[in-house]
Every structure is written in C-alpha cells, then in structure tokens.
C-alpha cells in the first residue's frame, strides 16, 4: 500500500480568522454601503478610539498603510530636511523609505544577535545633527527603549517603528506606546490584519496626532481648508470595521501564537545547526514571525519547500545592501551583525491556528533536511 504524501504547511493560512469574523463582517459593510460613511466615518473614528486604548495612548490616527504612518509620524514630529534619522540596517526597507521620503539624513546602525537594533552602536552614530532614531519592533518583539533613550540622551527623539508588535509590550507598556509617535500596519499578514492596507499613527501628543489628522488628509481637518502640504492617506470605513471585530479577538489569536511558539520550542530543542529565538528580559513577545538561524541557509529553506513547508526570509539583505539605498556609500562588513544574520535567518510558518501536527511536520522536515 502506498503512503500517503505528507500534507502541505503554508507559510501563513489567514483563512481561519477571516472565518470567525465573516457573518459579522458582512453586516459591518452592509451599515457602511447603507450609509455612505466610506473614508473617516463613524466606523474609523471607533476604531481609532479602540486602538488608542489597545496601545495605552491617547490617540491613534488612521491612515492608509503603514509606510504613510511611519513617514505622517516623523513629520508629524517635525523632522525633515538636514535631521539625521537613526534607523537599523536589518529592517524592512519601509523604515528607511519613510526618513527619505521626508528628506531627513538616513543612518543605520547595526542589530544585536536578538535582530533589534543595538543602543550601543547607535550612541557611536549620534552627532549635533541627530533628531530621532526608530526603534524597530522586529518579528513582534519590542526594541529596547530604555536603553535607546541612554544611547542618545534626552534631546533626540524616540519613535517606535510597530508594525510587528500589536498586542506585544516591553516591562508592561504596551507596544505602540514608546516614544513620542508610533507607526503601525495592518497590512493582511500583521498579528492585525485588514482586508487590505491600513495602518495609524499612535501618540501621547494631541499636537501630533492633530498634525498628522491634518496632513493625512490634504493638510487640513476641514474641507478646503489646506493648512499644510498633506498627502491623501484616510483609513477607510470596511478596513476599520474588520479591524474592530479582529481587535476583540487579537489578544487570544497573539496567545495562539505563544503557544505555537513554546511548541516549536520543544520540537527543535537540541537541534545542531539551528538557534532558536529568544525572548529579551521583560519583554512580551507576540511572534508575527519566529524567526531561527541554520547553517546552510540557503539549502535548508529550498529543501523546505521542496517538501511542501511553507518558509521565508525576513529580510535576505540588510538596507544598505539594496540597491535603491546603495547611495549611503556603505559596502559589505559595514553592519557586521545584520549582514551575518541575514545569511542564516528562516522564518518558520506561524500564525493563529497552526495545528500541532502542522509543527510536528515542519519540525520533522526541518530536523531531515539540517541533518543531511
């Protein structure tokens, strides 16, 4: 008798959230097309007030994506042309997008052996022109704030790159918090996902969430009223809606995730080859990716996929390695650490309602593959 194949693990499966949201998602867009409340309507201001909450700030500004929150916050915060802008080099490029497109200086500084960015190399790469660095929640682990804040002493600004990180929090403040403004996307995959891409600005400040109000929409709150060069990036009424009915369910799915986490933890202990991700003192870790490091990198994720197991990488180079970034002038050894790293990384699949079998199978294909 023939074996059966081994049945497939996608990298992520979002079809079981969308399931348990459908009937009531369905309704939400019915209010909506009833209304005609598209775009900064009754749904997004609910949202936005939930969110603000969820994150333990007092306000949250919703915008298209989460690359327009990240360059809304930094204007937002006033940096522009001549401020140095501290970002690491192992981010997604959105990061380093968002200090071009406002015209700031962009500065990388290299990552610890935990993917986030390094406080003390970022205190070398402080200068007088220095105005912010981000801190980058990275695979759902938030950076070390406290220590960001001694690497560049009180005149430089904090600001929280969060769009891996819904639901995690560092000594107990909730990610999204940190800093003067946060950036986050609820692009599909996030531990928040929309339907589509949406993103918010996250502050304490009134003035700054005010500002970004005005700018996200034209530059001005009122109709006709530009006060300001703004851009048109609104978060729109069936994005909100979804992310209200994911919001209330987000808490359990991230606890999914630990558990998985914990699982993948046992199945892969003492596997030569192969290190583990680890969770920083203090942290609370939400796992939008686990994120290992094998030898033979490059080999070992092809052999996954050949065998039906869903795998990737995040991220296959450094920022100063891409070519739209090749004008900083770094080459190959300027950022030791990530560039190391970015040669050995490989996300496992993870998401909310990945079945124990499902891990045996990457566990069991990955301890095969390693070991040949």
Known sequence: MTASPRPSVPFVDLRPQNQVIDEQAVSAFAEICDSGAFVLGPHVRRFEEE??????VDHCVGVGNGTDALVLAMRGAGIGAGDEVIVPANTFVATAEAVAIVGADLVLAD????????????????????????????????????????????DVLLLEDAAQSQGASRNGRPAGSFGVAAGTSFYPGKNLGAYGDAGAVTTGSAELADRVRALRNHG????????????????????????????????GWNAERDEAAQRYATLLADLPGVVLPRVLPGNQHVWHLYVARVTDRDRVLSELLEAGVGAGIHYPAPVHLWPAFSWLGHGAGSFPVAEALAKEIISLPMFPGITTEQQEIVADTLRSVVRR
């Open 111 to 154: 990552c610890d052996e935990d993917f986030l960015i390094d406080p003390a190399d970022v205190a070398s790469r402080v200068t007088g022109r220095t105005r912010a660095v981000v801190g980058v929640d990275l695979y759902g682990q938030v950076a070390p704030f406290e220590r960001l804040r001694e690497a560049v002493g009180d």
């Open 51 to 56: 969110y603000a909450a969820f994150a333990g």
């Open 220 to 251: 001005g709150i009122a109709k006709y009223e530009h006060l300001d060069v703004g851009t048109n990036s609104r978060l729109d009424s069936v994005q909100a809606a979804v992310l209200s009915l994911k919001l209330e369910r987000l808490k």
